[in-house]
């Protein structure tokens, strides 16, 4: 399939500040594609620019081969959800629902029956006579949705739609927002700051900072071969250890430096010169932890620890170890409840290892990222869904 | 259902002080100024024994209904006018940056700093024959050297419109303040012309606004007194005027008395009754 959406060397600039920074990008037909940033990345604002809110300083938007950069939002065949879902309130759901089609002029019998469809695709028939404000958050949204389909859109745009959910309702509506898109079959355009959103429902994710795109490929290699420190920072979480290449096993593989511990493996993909300084990379479900040692296998990177932190998360414990200086993070799945092994508390001393092909290796990290990589232990009971990934 | 009914007490509580009030202020000068209406007067100027219905019947003098329509044609010509340039000066302080925002507003504000009568003089002067527009307008050529300015009803709607039109913003600009401009954006991703846009949501959107500027211009215009009679003339005298002549000039309570009456039920009741409907069409569609 060809490139359906495209943006072509697109720049906004508010003032002195780059919103969006000579983005290119393109994405295909029928592609669920997420924009994912920390906010203020400029997603938002590249939605904007694909609805017609915003005029690009510089740089083309095309659509299906159309050159959209000059269309008003109203000529553009592209719709959006907003965050806020900006349903009418002096109009009933049916008006709302309607509304594209009335301006659009369209018969009374077609607009019947078209608004009916959508009505009963979002479930929501019986509540067609009600307004916005006597609705719960999650029907506002399917009709927002019904709005903007109605008008049979070439691309969907979503502006972060479920933030403004609760938890569980935000698990429903994201199984909803996949059914749709596979109903509908057009374009999605999906703004999130969510990695675990982003992760579930789409085909391809770009992943946005400082108005610049970092990596953009499928939910599996942003999270498993971050092109950037930013990406692996942003993307889950990482153990990010700083040391140096030291030398080289064969093609594949090298000898880091990092703290006191020497002749660490990692696999090198990237041809990093002897001498370099490096961030080696760890998810922290990739490191196992045990009481006892383990056995020596090739490829294989043991470390002796401290527990310095252990934080149960109901389906996961995480572990935060001090091997030397390093401060390293480790999440481990219960597959049993310790039955057969003592549980490992804290200040115990403990053995830490890793596969060589887990870690990878990243070019020093701009200062931009310090804040990321040095994010300090989650606190109990916060969110980590996203280790559930990988 | 209970509950309700609890609500529905504490409402009653809760707007009693406000009721009392409006009760001993407004019902009941009110009720004195229909007694009134129905009552002789005596030739010193006060009120005469009994009770009579002539009062009212001389309302039906061709005269009074000739100032009665002007009346009215004149305060709809000034709410229309106010209403015309109150949205758009509105829409535009509620979109512009705070600071500026600021700076209008003053600028709305600062003539209530001056006296009302003494602004209404000013435009007097302004418009006089030797004044400054006039003289302005002859040498554009866009008047005749001996065409007045003044007492006329031109005068009246432009000087009321200079006098009520921030009264017109200020409910305007409140309203359009807190619209939500997402659904201006919403209207014209689905479609909707800028235009489209602007009368199906933007002023739907602030329709509460709108209603509160309309009463605030459309009421004081109908009892306006000191504007017909300061840069008016004997074409664009108003029901104001008459009330006046027949309490000062006449000494004619119950005349006066009786137009009064006619007055304030001509403005109380399309008001009611447009507070009426907009009560029926606001209720939620019932589930409750």
Redesign the interface.
């Known amino acids: 399939m060809a490139e359906f959406l495209e943006f072509q060397n697109v720049s906004k600039y508010f003032g002195a500040i780059k919103a969006v920074d000579q983005v290119s990008l393109e994405i295909k037909k029928g592609e669920f594609f997420s924009l994912l940033g920390p906010s203020g990345c400029g997603k938002t604002t590249m939605l904007r620019l694909v609805?017609?809110?915003e005029h690009p300083n510089a740089g083309r938007i095309l659509l299906d081969g159309e050159d959209i950069t000059d269309l008003?939002?109203?000529k553009r065949k592209?719709?959006?959800i907003?965050q806020?879902y900006?349903?009418?309130?002096?109009m009933?759901v049916w008006e709302n629902i309607a509304?594209?089609l009335r301006?659009?002029k369209k018969s009374k019998n077609e607009i019947k029956r078209e608004v009916e469809a959508m009505l009963h695709l979002i479930r929501m028939t019986d509540q067609a006579?009600?307004?916005p404000?006597?609705l719960s958050g999650g029907q506002k949204q399917r009709v927002a949705v019904a709005?903007?389909l109605i008008?049979k859109p070439q691309v969907l745009l979503l502006d972060e739609p479920l933030a403004a959910l609760d938890l569980k309702l935000r698990q429903r509506m994201l199984i909803e927002i996949d059914m749709i898109h596979d109903e509908v079959g057009i374009t999605f355009l999906y703004v999130t700051h969510d990695q675990g959103e982003a992760m579930s429902l789409s085909d391809r994710i770009a992943v946005m900072d400082l108005g610049r795109i970092e990596q953009v490929g499928i939910p599996a290699e942003i999270y498993e071969t971050p092109r950037t420190s930013f990406v692996a920072a942003f993307i889950g979480d990482t153990n990010f250890l700083e040391g140096e290449v030291t030398d080289l096993v064969d093609n594949e593989y090298c000898h880091l430096k990092i703290a006191g511990f020497s002749g660490i493996i990692c696999f090198n993909d990237k041809s990093i010169r002897l001498g370099n300084p490096v961030y080696l990379s760890i998810r922290p479900e990739k490191i196992h932890i045990s009481r006892d040692r383990p056995e020596e296998l090739p490829l294989r990177n043991i470390l002796p620890a401290v527990v310095e932190d252990v934080i149960y998360l109901g389906s996961t414990t995480k572990y935060w170890v001090r091997a030397q200086e390093l401060r390293i993070q480790i999440l481990r799945q219960h597959f049993r409840f310790f039955l057969d092994e003592k549980p490992i508390r804290w200040k115990d001393d403990v053995w830490i290892w890793w596969h060589g092909d887990d870690g990878f290796m990243l070019e020093r990290y701009r200062e931009v990222d310090e804040n990321l990589i040095s994010i300090p232990p989650q606190k109990v009971g916060e969110s980590n869904e996203n280790n559930e990934k990988s | 259902m209970k509950r309700e009914t609890r609500n529905k007490t504490q409402e009653w509580l809760v707007s009693f002080p406000s009721l009392f009030w409006l009760a001993l202020f407004f019902v009941m000068p009110t009720a004195f100024v229909l007694a009134v209406a129905l009552r002789p007067s005596n030739p010193y100027g006060g009120i005469g024994a009994g009770w009579t219905l002539e009062n009212l019947r001389r309302l039906a003098d061709p005269n009074y209904l000739i100032i009665a329509w002007r009346t009215i044609w004149i305060s709809v010509l000034i709410t229309f006018i106010c209403i015309l340039l109150a949205i758009p000066i509105g829409y535009y302080l509620a979109r512009v940056t705070p600071k500026w925002r600021n700076f209008f507003l003053m600028l709305v504000i600062i003539p209530f700093w001056t006296n009302f009568l003494i602004r209404i003089f000013a435009w007097k002067v302004l418009l006089h024959p030797e004044g400054l527009i006039k003289r302005l307008l002859v040498f554009l050529g866009m008047a005749a050297p001996q065409t007045s300015l003044l007492y006329n009803p031109a005068a009246v709607v432009l000087v009321s419109v200079y006098t009520f039109l921030p009264f017109t913003i200020l409910p305007i600009y409140a309203a359009a303040d807190k619209f939500d401009f997402t659904l201006v954006e919403a209207a014209r991703d689905l479609g909707a012309r800028s235009f489209q846009a602007f009368y199906k949501i933007f002023l739907p959107g602030i329709r509460r606004g709108l209603f509160t500027a309309v009463l605030f211009v459309f009421i004081p215009s109908l009892g306006s007194y000191i504007i017909p009679d300061i840069v008016g003339g004997p074409t664009s005298e108003m029901i104001g005027n008459k009330i006046a002549q027949r309490v000062f000039v006449d000494r004619n309570l119950p005349q006066a008395s009786a137009l009064s009456v006619i007055l304030t039920l001509s403005v109380l009741a399309p008001l009611i009754a447009v507070l009426f409907l907009q009560g029926k069409k606001e209720k939620p569609g019932a589930i409750f």
């Open positions: 609805a017609g809110f008003p939002p109203n592209v719709n959006t907003f806020s900006a349903l009418f309130p002096h009933t509304f594209g301006i659009a006579p009600k307004r404000d006597q709005r903007a008008n």
